[in-house]
């Protein structure tokens, strides 16, 4: 073996490595907004059709094809949601005050952001390169509001993390046309979630106060598999490109894990000081689904002086978020109530069902790269980029809650790339306008699942059939935005070993 296949070999062994090590999981959460990558953040998300660097694993696995030689990406990003809600007054007339969310910008864990990550390499092989990478969705999994907030039973904090690990494959099956696969395990990492809800285990809403109870969920680390499709196809246009990307069935997670009640006021907290209110079970379940998605892009490349000039790309993506009908969550255990006299009185804990009855998405992005100078031998180079996109809401005004804030959408997205010898250091920044939405009739109730009147709310005990006796606490106005910074590293590892360029097949 050739010194030259020793060193490859070797880099390749040593940055697979990191990717596997358990240190820094690439981490993210929440449901997604546009979008991965560093330069495809500059883009406005309008990338499946270039697909020119190792966010390709994601974007469109077809793009690997094209990627000659042995190279190592690592972007991240951080994005922040800002978010006011100001709930309307409630059935007696009392105002509530606006809240905001505290989460700050997105780091993670490991404090590196939400990065994706890869290393691919073409072994030599003529028409095929395989990558090992990881990403998580691009998404604000940090949410925070305040504990004794009018929004509590709604929302009081969420921290969620997930990734995609990946083994990818583009391959040249044409002079005309690239195809690729990423084989995915889904890691759900991390699900944390608290919200207030009403104990009171009677017939009617209960007392004003007293029976309030922070429930804290914690589950345990899911697995789902998933995968992606891509093409690329160069019709006889010169500059033209296709790109197609699909994932062709959704990523279903099961999971379990624990509820840990907390009684903020009067009643109950006096009881459970006692020891005299328990849960007999702290078991929990809830089903999470990721959907079916679709990306085609067409780009345009215009080329002067044997190189390209400047690039424009028109995407339309597809998210079949009607998968998602409501957050159910079961309880494995009672609540009971010491009794001084006789046994205790023990209640089951009803499922609790939080209605979403989301909608498919349609989101249209536009954008480009503008190649200023070309980078040759030690000359560096520069490339400047800007996009935009809108997206369609996901989320009704009727179930409208501050766990997911997906309204109509606008962003645009600007960021440059500095090319030098091997390295490419890449950073962009996008701001995503949401449309403020004034929602007065919200199917967001404050739960209450020791209540003997239950979904569908038919039984007799039911105040009045066909509504639950929780109050409505999703009615006010959402102002929302989110800010995402992304830096990026590409290295070209061929640049080490040799004098000529590594090759960018087109």
């Not at 990881?134 to 305040?146: D, E, M, N, T, V």
């Not at 069935?249 to 000081?273: D, N, W």
């Not at 809108?390 to 309204?407: G, I, K």
């Amino acid at each position: 073996m050739s010194e030259k296949w020793m060193a490859r070999g070797s880099a390749i062994v040593a940055v697979a490595a990191t990717l596997v090590l358990p240190s820094p999981p690439a981490v993210a959460g929440g449901f997604e907004f546009p979008d991965n990558g560093v330069v495809a953040v500059g883009r406005g998300g309008a990338f499946a059709a270039k697909a020119d660097d190792l966010t390709a694993i994601y974007f469109n696995p077809a793009g690997l094809a094209g990627q000659k030689g042995t190279r190592l990406l690592f972007n991240t990003n951080f994005p922040r949601q800002s978010v006011t809600f100001t709930r309307s007054p409630d059935e007696g007339g009392t105002a509530f005050g606006p809240v905001s969310n505290s989460g700050g910008f997105f780091t993670g864990d490991a404090k590196i952001g939400a990065p994706i990550a890869a290393i691919a390499s073409d072994f030599g092989l003529k028409d095929v390169t395989f990558a090992l990478g990881l990403y998580g969705p691009s998404a604000y999994g940090a949410s925070k509001y305040p504990k004794n907030g009018p929004q509590k039973y709604a929302l009081i904090d969420m921290d969620l993390a997930m990734v995609f690990y990946n083994l990818s494959m583009g391959w040249r099956a044409h002079r005309s046309l690239d195809l690729g696969v990423s084989l995915q395990l889904a890691h759900n990492m991390k699900t944390n979630i608290s919200q207030g809800v009403n104990s009171w285990f009677a017939a009617g809403s209960g007392p004003s106060a007293g029976y309030d109870t922070i429930v804290h969920l914690k589950f345990d680390q899911a697995f789902s598999v998933g995968m992606l499709f891509g093409a690329l196809y160069r019709p006889p246009v010169k500059g033209l490109h296709i790109g197609l990307t699909v994932r062709p069935f959704p990523i279903h997670f099961e999971q379990g894990g624990t509820v840990t009640p907390e009684y903020p006021g009067s009643f109950l907290a006096r009881q459970a000081e006692a020891g005299r209110v328990y849960i007999t079970s702290g078991n929990v379940y809830m089903t999470q689904d990721l959907p079916i998605m679709g990306r085609l892009g067409v780009r345009y490349a215009f080329e002067h002086g044997g190189r390209e000039l400047f690039d424009i790309e028109a995407d339309v993506v597809f998210e079949a978020w009607s998968v998602v009908d409501a957050f159910d969550i079961r309880f494995g255990g009672e609540m009971g109530i010491g009794q001084d006299v006789g046994p205790d009185y023990k209640q089951p804990m009803a499922p609790v069902s939080v209605p979403k009855d989301w909608k498919d998405t349609v989101s249209v992005r536009v954008g480009g790269d503008y190649n200023v100078l070309k980078a040759t031998d030690l000359k560096p180079g520069l490339a400047v980029r800007l996009g935009g996109f809108y997206e369609s809401p996901a989320v009704p005004e009727e179930t409208t809650n501050l766990d997911f804030l997906s309204f109509h959408r606008f962003g645009v997205g600007t960021g440059f790339t500095l090319s030098w010898y091997a390295f490419d250091l890449s950073f962009a920044y996008s701001h995503i306008f949401q449309l403020s939405r004034d929602v007065t009739d919200s199917s967001i109730v404050v739960q209450m699942p020791m209540s003997p009147c239950q979904p569908p709310y038919t039984d007799a005990k039911c105040a009045t059939p066909g509504t639950p006796p929780g109050t409505v606490v999703g009615a006010g106005r959402y102002e929302s935005g989110i800010d995402v910074l992304s830096v990026g590293l590409n290295v070209w590892f061929d640049r080490f070993f040799r004098k000529e360029e590594p090759k960018v097949v087109d």
